[in-house]
């Protein structure tokens, strides 16, 4: 109608109300309390806390900045997470999540090609050169301030990934102990 659109939303939010910012702390917080709510207290114990520790300062919290990304996150698991408890780690399924929302694409690559980044890495079927290719290419795909976060949280999801990348080689007999 020519206008701005000013006008016009000042018609349907007739009070303006000035909120101050949230920390990042209380943001933190507010995710922790909701979470809480979620993983049930028997799926806790010293060594998932740590973990979910590890990955949330590794790359989670880079991801959860305002309320509003809380409350995307939380209410992706919310819907996912009840009826998975007790068939998947909760710390490794908060990161996934986390990627399912804040890097959709990254999740996508993940789920379309996941022989590259589970299953055990034998010595000799393992080409590190063309399997850090792949990895290079899709990650280039991540928003720039947004590629470091997802790459330490891929790593720690998926150690084949790491592999490829660099890292730590581990053969089939590690297995066993990854799904205890």
Same mark, same amino acid.
């Given at each position: ?74 209410? %992706? ?28 694409? %990254? ?74």
């Amino acid at each position: 109608l020519g206008g701005d659109g000013t006008e016009y939303l000042k018609k349907i939010v007739q009070v303006q109300l000035e909120l101050p910012a949230a920390s990042l702390t209380e943001v933190h917080q507010l995710f922790f309390e909701q979470l809480s709510e979620l993983v049930p207290p028997h799926e806790v114990d010293e060594g998932s806390r740590t973990a979910f520790g590890n990955a949330f300062h590794d790359g989670i919290c880079h991801f959860l900045n305002t309320p509003r990304d809380v409350k995307r996150l939380v209410n %992706v698991l919310r819907v996912i997470y009840p009826v998975l408890v007790g068939e998947v780690y909760w710390p490794d399924f908060v990161s996934i999540a986390t990627l399912m929302v804040f890097a959709p694409q %990254v999740h996508r690559t993940i789920c379309l090609a996941p022989e590259h980044f589970v299953g055990s890495v034998g010595f000799r079927e393992f080409d590190r050169g063309t399997e850090r290719t792949f990895h290079d290419e899709w990650l280039k795909g991540a928003p720039d301030n947004d590629r470091s976060s997802v790459e330490r949280i891929v790593r720690r999801l998926f150690p084949k990934f790491g592999a490829a990348m660099g890292g730590s080689q581990y053969g089939p007999d590690w297995e066993p102990r990854w799904r205890t």
